[in-house]
Nanobody, 115 residues
């Protein structure tokens, strides 16, 4: 099992920044990829950014150039630095870890971008 705990969400004005954190624990060896997804009511959960073992990254087109995913292996923590936030970034953000054939999810953290 892999346990994931997100933190760092909140309310921010358009143009502002937030940094989300995801602390991983449990059987974290051999995690192939970790990523951030987001979901708004009535819509499917969508990939925001993903970090694959070996260092490659994927970003949704809507966040390229504004969001940066990173991982601190010593702290078993993944981050999502979000800059130039827009109202359409408002969502619940979920941390994900993919290991073997399984996906693990955190409980989610709310990000609201509003003036």
């Amino acid at each position: 099992q892999v346990q994931l705990v997100e933190s760092g969400g909140g309310l921010v004005q358009p143009g502002g920044s937030l940094r989300l954190s995801c602390a991983a624990s449990g059987s974290i060896f051999s995690i192939y990829a970790m990523g951030w997804y987001r979901q708004v009511p009535g819509k499917q959960r969508e990939l925001v950014a993903r970090l694959i073992s070996g260092g490659s990254t994927n970003y949704a087109d809507s966040v390229k150039g504004r969001f940066t995913i990173s991982r601190d292996h010593a702290k078993n923590t993944m981050y999502l630095q979000m800059n130039s936030l827009k109202p359409e970034d408002t969502a619940v953000y979920y941390c994900n870890a993919h290991r073997g054939s399984r996906d693990f999810w955190g409980q989610g953290t709310q990000v609201t971008v509003s003036s």
